[in-house]
């Protein structure tokens, strides 16, 4: 269990470090825009939203565990 | 506005904080703390949003667009491993007593002293840029609130006394004094503080919301509508994208990498993410808490800023000032005082942590280690210390208020807020290596942590803060456009001739690269004390002795119970002493009272405890001076011996059993090539004894069937016939007799009984039955006996038999016309020599190799097949040896041959008495 946790975070940690630098970074990089947003603005936003879910997520996870 | 009401609004709501400081405080007191729950914790990490959060990332935005981010998602991608990082060093923290970054570095390399000053010096030096822009925040927004305009009065210009961030910088002071150094807590815990810090983080998050949404929903319809008035400026469009908006991958990547250490390493969020961090499971939900906090500060500031650059299209306001300037010209005066309030607050809380965490280290790390060595120190009988260390950290507190607002009046100014707060980033990601490799990397030593400190200052020192100094013209720009000693090569800017878009990416990659290598190659080549490796093994394996109790001390400490006693009331005050060790007593169940000497334990807990209020490496000097220290007494020694010599004498023993078996290997081999040649000769044997019964069984026969079909032979053939059928059957039952000798004497089961017996006897008895048979063959004889009584350990009848067999021999093989025989008895020191020495034919030395072989005959060419077994000599020889003896021929071609046989006696030899 621990140790699952354990390789969870590492992994977010680093899909993470991928998804918020270059090259990626790049893809959403264009004057394109969403409903008036512009692309990069609304792809940093929403995936730093969707890391904080996943953390929640795997950290609660060893709450309900925890004796 | 005027300054007066905006002052009163200030002096209230510090007011209002040092109540809410003042509660906690008592609430902590009361066991019923405030601060200890994860939405607390988290909101006190935000302490990481300062004034450069406030109004920097607005003023960034406008120039770089989302260039401002990196700074915040850094934190968010570390997040995720605070569960494994940031917890260890909680644990490990706790379990120390760690109060500071500078200390927790010191612990780690073996409460090194000179590493405290080292990581110190730096995070001084590094943070004071930092602080100086909040006071250049607080005082900006000052000025545009009262004033209504930023750009009227440089304060560098100002004489101090009429500068608005000089009185900012006393009352912070004072407000810090205040806040942190009340009381001596040696946990270095301040629950009040903490409270009053996260209420701040909440205030300044609602106010930055409050401006968000006002500029947002307020002076435009939505995101979208904000976002399409600004595309339609190709100026402002420009921002959404990050190559035109000048971001590179580069840069953006060590901004991020800067911010993931910042926040766990910067002096103000170690202190309150660890130091006064109350349960280290919070850590799990901060982890979301806390990013969730920045996303929502920062999701505004983009639209604020494209807000800014529509409405102040001719640069009217700073863009740092965007978030205050919007609200006041658009007439909303008590939003623009919240959002003032709120910037106020941010500064504020960085400059209290901050100023109170360096106040720390600086007591603990730089001022303790002196007073403590200086000589009247140690005379003097103070009773109480705390009071002393109290009124150092204050005086550390102004100090570093004072340098902060000396760097703002000479070089703050010129820049904008971020630029100068990533120049202290840079700084504190010095530590990286220290920190993260000490706590995962036991190897690592005190000389390579040391070594790469200063490696990696003396970097960030060239090409960070160095060169601003040149433009605040405090020192020549020479170096800045030629290079240090006018080396192209070390050019700040451009460091060995690499030339980088940004300053902070370059300085940040050629100080952190060659700092990481050092802390490496340094460890590697060098070896740690004891005192460092049973830290590293502490600090690394922590999760290892949290379960396994703290039985784990190579410092075996003994001191004088009163000493004890007087040290921590002078650090800790009388009260606090008596608390703790009444919770000492308590725990270990003891009555300290009725013992004279302290033991290891108490020692320890009095180390950790004085660590608490005065740092590792201070306490550990302290207590030093009144400790006997036995690194490990001779009995623990002899434990750890003891088991050391089972190990090697088990892996001896296996040694050992692996050699018999080796050898036991070897001997049946052996065995069995003996075995296999005893079965070949075995083999042979009843060839040879078949083939020899089969001869005179042959002749016997053949004779036996002449004389049955001819009845007519007469007589005298018959008798030859006969007489060579008995002579045969003779031979044959010699044959079998010998036979049977053999087996007799090579079986083993057959144990002579040996006895001590006069060998002269023996001789003298076997060669008399012999003499009857020389006389008829008229041969000369000579019994020469020089010895009597010779006693050898011996077998009466085969020593007879020995004799009788080597004379039968000679007289046999002796010269036929004049024959002679000569058996002599003498001795040659311990051991009894028979020679039987006959004039015969003698024997070749080829054969002489042969003659003791079994069936071996010496054959004639003139006399063929001499008579007997062939058994004889072989039969001999192996009695002589059950004898311990040996026999062997001299012997020479014509010359007759002498055998000889050599038996120990079992006493010395005594003169025949007769011939």
Known sequence: MAKDRLYKLLGLFFAAMAIFNFPLLN???????????????????LAWGALIFLTMRIVASQDTSKP | MDAGIIIFISFAYVALLFLLAFYGDKREKQGKSLVNNSGIYSLSLAVYCTAWTYYGSVGRAATSGLGFLPIYIGPAIIAPLWWIVLKKIILISKSQRITSIAD?????????????????????????????????????????????????????????????????AIALAIFAILFGTRNLDPNERHGGLIAAIAFESLLKLVAFLSVGIFVTYGLYNGFGDIFEAGMKRPDIARLFTLEEAGINAWEWFWLVLLSMSAVMLLPRQFHVGVVENTQPNHVGKASWLFPLYLLLINIFVLPIAIAGLIQFPNGEFEPDSFVLSLPLVHGKHILALLVGLGGFSAATSMVIVAVIALSIMISNHLVLPLLIRSSSFQEEPRP???????GIRRISIVIV?????????AVGEQYTLVSVGLISFTAIAQFVPAVFGGIFWKRATKKGAMASLLVGFTVWAFTLPLPTLV?????????????????????????????GSSHIAQAAFWSLLLNTATYFFVSLHTVQSPLEASQADLFVDIYKYRLGGTDYDIMRRRAKMQDIRILLNRFLGEARCNTLLTAFENAQRVDLSQQQAAGPELVNYAETHLAGAIGAASAKVIIGSITKEEPISLEEMFKVLEQTKEIMQYSKALEKKSLELERTTKQLKEANEQLQELDRLKADFITTVTHELRTPITSIKALSKIMLETPELPFEQQQEFLNIVVSESERLTRLINQVLDLEKIQSRQDQWALEPLDLAEVVDHAFSGLKPLMQDRNIRQELLISIRPAIVLGHADRLTQVIVNLVSNAIKFCNEEDGMVIL?????????????????????????????????????????????????????????????????VRSEKEKGATFIVHIPMMHPPVPAARP
């Open chain 1, 27 to 45: 893809l959403f990089s264009h004057s394109r825009a969403v409903g008036g947003v512009p692309l990069l603005y609304l792809y940093l936003f």
């Open chain 2, 104 to 168: 927790f570095i010191s612990s780690r390399y073996g409460k090194s002293t000179w590493l405290g000053v080292i990581a110190t010096s730096i995070a001084v030096l590094g943070i004071i840029p930092y602080i100086s822009i909040q006071l250049k925040a607080i005082s900006t927004s000052f000025d545009l609130l009262a004033i209504g305009d930023n750009n009227i009065h440089p304060h560098s210009e100002l004489p101090f006394f009429l500068d608005s961030a000089w009185y900012i």
């Open chain 2, 384 to 390: 109480n210390l705390s009071n002393r260390i109290l």
């Open chain 2, 401 to 409: 208020l004072l340098l902060a607002y000396g760097y703002f009046k």
């Open chain 2, 471 to 499: 433009e605040a013209k405090m020192i020549s720009a020479d170096f800045l456009n030629n290079g240090l000693f006018g080396l192209e090569l070390l050019k700040p800017h451009s460091l060995f001739g690499i030339q």
């Open chain 2, 824 to 888: 002599r008895l003498k001795n040659d020191g311990p051991m009894a020599i028979v020679e039987v020495e006959d004039n015969g034919r003698g024997i070749s030395d080829k054969d002489q190799q042969l003659i003791f072989e079994k069936f071996t005959q010496v054959s004639d060419e003139f006399r063929g097949k001499p008579t007997g077994s062939g058994l004889g000599l072989f039969i001999t020889k192996a009695i002589i040896g059950r004898h311990q003896g040996r026999l062997s």
